[in-house]
């Protein structure tokens, strides 16, 4: 039972168990600390310290009357930082035989290495086999106080002849006296020592209890040795829930009674673990009530003692979500379980990633939701199309803004390689298209290397712009074919891939039948499959940065709608260093989107993926952080500002088990740890979801063609138009 629930069969004065989990390391001065305090008590409840081992290692429990468990729990944690107390059943385990342990003199105990005797006895309790049990119980009763060793202290061990024949002696022995001042200045207790076995034979018991027996000889000092006595097993298993004052004890001090309960004390922060102890690492850390009531739910609490999931609220997520771990140890796992929480729960959800993370979501989506998802898929046979400069879709910019905006785009995938004369000649070229309402991306290629096609696009910007454009297109057409092609060549380069049939597919759409600005105001969900072992890497990235370009625009034009009216649409793109390439401001891009209701959930594998300034981005700006098992760099930098997780932690994590920092109300709460979630089952039929994406989205293959190739033939050698509907549809800047 716990210690705040009351069951309607137990009373105040019911005995009740606890069970505490130590923090690795557990300092001697926390260990005395507490031991302490519940010796200085004066109203001196009853306690009742085990430790039990059985096959799966070493239990450290304590008991007492249930008004006094709360009082103990919160002396517990308070006192010992990073302890956990939990609830234990109060059927306990019984054992068979039992042994009391004794003093043999009021001189202390003393062992020489503290930790190696504290080893010794752990070695023995896990010598048990399946089945098999070893306990070492003490009973603290009365307490005793800090007091002056009298002036005539009688010889502790004066054998009863002598007493007979020459009266009380006194203690003249420097060492003796010295030794018992010591004890009996400080707090103690007056105790039962008990140790108990179950075990399949009575050699077998034998053998453990003496086992154990000499383990715990290891704390004896001169003057002073361990005795067995032969004790009712009864009063182990069931021991009284207060002092009998009939009870034979003894006096222990709160060092020798840590010395002699087995608890795994250790100042040395390096030495190995103690025999019996879960591993030091990773760490299960509690949750806040906080973290435990966030309906976005990302694991189950696998702390001590806490049941529940542990997840952020929709408004929390807005924070950004930072996933980082190595392949397969359950991002996509992860991934697949709040997408389906969002599909239910009926938000947008854009989804880009490069493995297999959309086929799974595809056999998880909800039934209300089977027409809301558009597969935009490069190898579909009738793909969806996306068009950054569809003339309808401008949100009242300006050719110039939308041509500068994509400049951006394209100069966030290329960096530093995209050169001046290279930057110059494709802002011009985006000016250009950017003032059509049937434009394209597949265009720019077509624009820098057809002539023909080229001056039906350029000789109204000439007339326009005869200060900036104007100039340089003149320039440009003065060129020889040979000079041109010199000049264009690495950015026609880094541009070919759009004119690949799989993204040709996707971008010379000129007018979609989807739009992106359906997700954010229809509540429509997008799936973007980039598999670069299928298109190509420069494909991929080229995609990728056109979509989440797209959709960044259409979230920048909510700034001029009610904050009421915004619908809440979650970003989720995997493997980020390769797709996240839509601005080259990340770090405002991340933060103006908040304000604007987009959630972005961002993944990959290791801190040293990520460009510095991506990374710098990704510190300063996402709030949510989730990881899974990390590599000694990246685990150093996660454990660094808090003291509860070492990068040990981090870095020890199996799979599926994750720390998280999340945002809830506002607030940082302090790193948690869990079990993420198994996938959902499946519930729908990908082809059907494909199927009606398709139908309701796409535009078969060969139509695309066709009006490409259209395009193409429509302009003959002298760069008129022979379709005035594909050749001269401007748009006035």
Not at 455 to 468: F, G, K, M, N, V
Not at 488 to 515: D, E, H, I, W
Not at 702 to 727: H, K, M, N, P, W
Request: net charge neutral; with cysteine.
């Amino acid at each position: 039972m716990t210690t705040d629930q009351q069951a309607s069969s137990l009373t105040a004065d019911s005995l009740v168990w606890q069970q505490i989990f130590w923090p690795a390391p557990f300092g001697e001065a926390a260990a005395f600390a507490i031991l302490r305090h519940w010796g200085a008590q004066t109203h001196a409840p009853q306690l009742i310290l085990e430790t039990r081992a059985d096959a799966d290692g070493v239990e450290y429990l304590i008991g007492s009357r249930l008004r006094h468990a709360q009082a103990v729990r919160t002396a517990i944690e308070e006192l010992v930082r990073g302890s956990v107390v939990v609830g234990y059943p109060d059927d306990r385990e019984p054992i068979t035989v039992a042994r009391k342990l004794k003093l043999s003199s009021v001189r202390p105990i003393d062992p020489r290495d503290a930790v190696a005797s504290t080893r010794s006895i752990l070695h023995a309790l896990t010598a048990v086999r399946s089945g098999e049990r070893l306990v070492i119980q003490q009973v603290l009763g009365p307490r005793w106080h800090p007091r002056v060793v009298p002036t005539e202290l009688p010889q502790h061990d004066q054998s009863v002849v002598s007493k007979v024949l020459f009266g009380a002696l006194p203690e003249h022995r420097a060492g003796a006296r010295q030794a018992i001042a010591e004890k009996v200045g400080q707090h103690g207790f007056m105790t039962t020592l008990r140790i108990g076995v179950h075990a399949g034979g009575a050699e077998r018991r034998r053998t453990l209890l003496l086992g154990l027996a000499a383990a715990m000889n290891t704390v004896e000092a001169p003057g002073v040795h361990l005795i067995l006595r032969p004790e009712q097993p009864v009063k182990l298993n069931r021991p009284r829930t207060a002092w009998s004052l009939l009870a034979r004890a003894q006096q222990l001090s709160v060092v020798e009674t840590a010395r002699l309960i087995a608890w795994p004390i250790n100042d040395r922060d390096h030495d190995e673990p103690f025999p019996g102890q879960p591993p030091r690492h990773p760490k299960p850390v509690r949750p806040s009530t906080a973290v435990l009531a966030g309906e976005r739910v990302i694991a189950n609490a696998n702390a001590p003692g806490v049941t529940g999931t542990l997840g952020y609220s929709v408004t929390d997520a807005m924070r950004a979500t930072w996933v980082l771990g190595p392949p397969g140890v359950g991002k996509s796992s992860l991934f697949t379980n709040l997408i389906v929480q969002d599909l239910e729960a009926n938000r947008p959800v854009v989804v880009i990633e490069p493995k297999d993370l959309v086929a799974d979501i595809l056999e998880r989506i909800p039934a209300h939701r089977m027409d809301d998802v558009a597969v935009l898929d490069v190898m579909d046979s009738a793909p969806i199309g996306i068009n950054p400069l569809d003339g309808k879709h401008r949100g009242g910019r300006t050719p110039q803004v939308v041509a500068d905006s994509l400049f951006s785009m394209f100069r966030s995938i290329y960096g530093d390689s995209l050169g001046h004369r290279s930057a110059d000649i494709l802002r011009n070229s985006l000016e250009v298209l950017a003032r059509r309402d049937d434009a394209s991306l597949v265009m720019i290629p077509l624009l820098l290397t057809n002539p023909g096609f080229r001056r039906s696009l350029t000789q109204q910007i000439i007339r326009e712009d005869p200060y900036a454009a104007g100039p340089f297109w003149q320039w440009f057409d003065s060129l020889s074919p040979e000079a041109a092609a010199s000049i264009t060549a690495p950015l026609s380069n880094k541009l070919r891939p759009l004119m690949t049939k799989q993204l040709r597919a996707v971008l010379a759409q000129r007018n979609p039948k989807f739009n992106i600005r359906q997700v954010l105001n229809e509540g429509k969900s997008l799936l973007v499959p980039l598999q670069k072992g299928v298109i190509g890497p420069e494909s991929a990235q080229l995609l990728s940065a056109a979509v989440l370009y797209e959709l960044y625009q259409a979230i920048l034009e909510r700034a001029g709608t009610p904050e009421n009216s915004r619908i809440p649409v979650m970003v989720y793109v995997d493997e980020v260093q390769e797709f996240l390439r839509f601005s080259d401001d990340l770090s405002e891009s991340l933060a103006v989107v908040r304000s604007l209701k987009c959630a972005y959930h961002l993944a990959h594998q290791h801190e040293a993926q990520l460009p510095k300034a991506m990374l710098e981005a990704f510190r300063n700006n996402i709030r949510n952080r989730v990881c899974f098992q990390l590599q000694p760099g990246d685990a150093k930098d996660m454990a660094a500002g808090q003291s509860d997780l070492a990068p040990e932690d981090f870095g020890s994590l199996p799979a599926f088990h994750v720390y998280a920092s999340l945002i809830r109300d506002n607030s940082v709460q302090p790193w948690i740890s869990g079990v993420t979630l198994p996938p959902p089952p499946k519930t729908s039929d990908a082809k059907e979801v494909r199927r009606r994406s398709r139908e309701r989205y796409g535009q078969p293959l060969d139509e695309i063609e066709a009006g490409f190739a259209d395009l193409v033939a429509g302009v003959d050698g002298t760069g008129r138009a022979a379709d005035a509907s594909q050749g001269r549809k401007t748009r006035r800047s």
